[in-house]
């Protein structure tokens, strides 16, 4: 199984087995690459390549922090009208993978400065009793003004 490229690039094994590993690499052909997260390293899929590989960190907030807003922007809850400024600003930050459609995976909140998105943060994958923080980025002419710190989160 994968995500719609346009969402996310992850894909996941049932098992590691000839026929799923055969079925990944029709899903690589016919739509591109993916990522897998897997406690073992599986083979690679015949016809593919593995072109990267690294160790996730994953790292889990014990306690929900808040801090109250303040200065020149304004915390507003991202909608798809935000997804062209949203795209954008993931473009020129490279926070991780976030495509066309990535803000549909969960909510997403932003700071705006003057109307235009400084900073976002937002919501991707949610496994029982957590949600994965996603797209944490801020634009580099807004960076050292501490919003991402103001981003809620938990």
């Known amino acids: 199984m994968r995500f719609d490229p346009a969402f996310a690039m992850f894909a996941a094994l049932d098992e590691v087995s000839p026929e799923s590993l055969s079925g990944l ?6 739509h591109g690459d ?3 997260v897997e406690m073992d390293e599986p083979p690679a899929a015949a016809g593919t390549a593995v072109a990267a590989r690294g160790v996730l960190a994953q790292m889990v907030a014990e306690r929900a922090v808040a801090q109250a807003p303040s200065g020149d922007f304004a915390i ?3 909608t798809e009208a935000d997804a062209p400024q949203m795209l954008a600003l ?6 991780g993978p976030f495509f066309s459609r990535t803000h549909e ?16 943060a937002g919501e991707r994958m949610r496994p029982d009793g957590f949600t994965e923080v ?10 050292g003004r501490g919003y991402r710190r103001r981003l809620p989160r938990g």
């Open 25 to 30: 690499a029709y899903l690589v052909r016919a």
């Open 34 to 36: 993916v990522a897998l």
């Open 76 to 78: 507003v809850h991202l």
């Open 90 to 95: 993931a473009r020129l930050t490279e926070p």
């Open 105 to 120: 995976l969960g909510d997403f909140i932003g700071m705006k400065v003057g109307g235009r998105l400084a900073a976002m």
């Open 134 to 143: 996603s797209g944490v980025c801020t634009h580099p002419q807004h960076r």
